[in-house]
């Protein structure tokens, strides 16, 4: 089933149950604390706080979402995108657990021919929060899961809050078993990839008083209005209704891997088992090419540009994440010309605006890429007189400072410098690069706060910043 025909079953099935239609939000809602809107519910917050009344008690969306959280878990497992697109019911103080399972449970397992997903019941987990027995007696009842295959979980993974007083509740999710081929047997708690969330089902129940930290809070007492948020990740459906392994192949990602596997000459999947976690590198690259390209399109579709903060940089180093991978595969002429057009092609089905606005979102793109490839271009001749000097001067390590100096100021990543050394027989200082690194973050964290001028978002923008400067090197 196409990716546009189970959007499509989505929205119907929940109209045909009484649910508004919301078409999805920008990526960039005007959210203070939010950097781009991360989940289908986020539209939909004044409504949940009580600070607007909804046009409809019951609502259905496909909202596109980044979580850049997410950039390290990409290729690596089956099912992490930057960019997604999250399926949403919501129910504003009108239907509750009771519903939401019921409405779940009919359109996963009802068949292809009437409408539904028709997935296999036995192939079904579901997650609930430890202490929410409510929930279990309704799987039970309304589904005939059997106990065997419902999980209690803790707070870590089953209830939601906001991270601030207000609404909060457990949470119950759905996994699908993929079967042996995709690891041990034992449920969620043992194996995520085997057994693939989908479908996440917040019950909106309760009032917290004080949340000191995701597991610590202070329970106030029931909500006036008890609520729904629902959110399954569209790809994650695809990928099962598919049958293909992983979030990457589905019919809306795969064109761009493939047309990166014959622009390098790599052979995509053939090293590696069905299971994410032992892929070869060179498919996680070509995936990691693939969600990179497919972001970097909505994002500048809506509205974003490379940047040295925020946004921006989130953007800007994803474009250049894309583009190393393509030369760490073996392709050194410009990609995004090649790689960006297939995206739209696929995207444009659900997106039509992104066709007329390609003109602008590509020469975007195309202009980052070049200036990337001119950096490259600068660092390759510092490397090399750095290389040179080590070597003359009988050292086998190039200096952390030559690295550091390299990275921030020629914007040269410490992978590439890694591996270029090693070419020419030199490891590398990581631990001097580290230390350096580390310095200039506390300087530049320090000067964040000192410029703090109540501005929002400064502390959301550090954290991803944070997040994506750390571990992960373009
Ligand atoms: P996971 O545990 O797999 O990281 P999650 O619990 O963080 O997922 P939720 O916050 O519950 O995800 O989001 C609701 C749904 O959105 C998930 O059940 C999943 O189907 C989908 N989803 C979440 N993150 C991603 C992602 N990075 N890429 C694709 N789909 C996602
Ligand atoms: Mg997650
Ligand atoms: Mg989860
Ligand atoms: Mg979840």
Redesign the pocket.
């Known amino acids: 089933m196409e990716t546009a025909e189970i959007r499509r079953r989505w929205l119907s099935f929940f109209e045909s149950k009484g649910h508004l239609v919301v078409p999805s939000a920008p990526l960039l809602h005007d959210d203070p604390n939010l950097l781009f809107v991360n989940?289908g519910m986020v539209p939909f917050k004044p409504y949940f706080l009580g600070q607007e009344t909804p046009p409809s008690l019951r609502a259905t969306s496909v909202q596109k979402?980044v979580?850049t959280q997410?950039i390290e878990?990409v290729g690596k497992t089956s099912?992490?995108?930057?960019f997604?697109q999250?399926n949403g019911n919501f129910s504003f103080g009108d239907y509750f657990k009771e519903g939401a399972i019921q409405f779940a449970w009919e359109l996963v397992t009802s068949s292809v021919e009437s409408g539904g997903f028709g997935l296999d019941g036995e192939k079904l987990w579901a997650t609930v929060y430890e202490d929410d027995d409510e929930a279990i007696e309704l799987w039970r009842g309304l589904t005939g899961i059997p106990m065997e295959r419902i999980v209690r979980r803790g707070k870590a993974?089953n209830y939601w809050h906001m991270g601030v007083p207000g609404p909060g509740g457990p949470?119950s999710?759905i996994y699908y078993d993929r079967g042996p081929a995709y690891g041990p047997e034992g449920g969620p708690a043992v194996d995520?990839d085997r057994f693939m969330?989908?479908?996440?089902l917040v019950f909106m129940q309760y009032e917290l008083s004080a949340v000191r930290s995701k597991e610590d809070f202070d329970v106030a007492g029931e909500l006036p209005k008890k609520n729904i948020d629902t959110?399954?990740?569209l790809?994650?459906?695809a990928s099962i209704l598919q049958g293909v392994d992983n979030?990457y192949e589905i019919d809306e990602v795969k064109p761009v891997l493939t047309r990166a596997a014959e622009m390098t000459g790599k052979a995509y999947g053939i090293h590696s088992g069905h299971s994410a976690g032992e892929s070869h590198p060179d498919d996680v690259r070509l995936r990691v090419v693939a969600d990179h390209v497919r972001s970097s399109l909505m994002l500048i579709g809506d509205g974003v540009t490379p940047g040295n903060e925020g946004r921006g940089y989130v953007l800007r180093r994803m474009l250049r994440r894309a583009v190393r991978s393509m030369r760490l595969l073996g392709y050194d002429d410009p990609c995004l010309p090649e790689l960006l057009p297939v995206s739209l092609e696929r995207m444009k089905q659900s997106y039509p605006e992104l066709e007329s606005g390609f003109g602008r979102i590509s020469a975007i793109a195309y202009a980052e890429e070049e200036a990337f490839r001119r950096t490259l271009a600068a660092g390759t001749t510092i490397l090399d007189t750095a290389v040179t000097r080590t070597k003359s001067s009988g050292a086998t390590t190039l200096s952390g400072s030559d690295a550091f100096a390299l990275h921030d100021t020629y914007g040269f990543p410490i992978d590439l410098t890694l591996e270029m050394a090693q070419e020419q027989g030199l490891e590398v200082d990581r631990d001097g690069f580290t230390r350096l690194m580390t310095e200039q973050r506390q300087r530049a964290k320090a000067d964040a706060k000192a410029k703090k001028s109540g501005h929002g978002d400064t502390t959301a923008y550090r954290g991803i910043a944070d997040g994506i400067g750390r571990d992960v090197e373009f």
């Open positions: 989940a979402c979580r997410d878990e099912r992490h995108g930057t997604f999250m993974d949470c999710e995520e969330e989908f479908w996440n959110g399954m990740g790809e994650r459906i979030m």
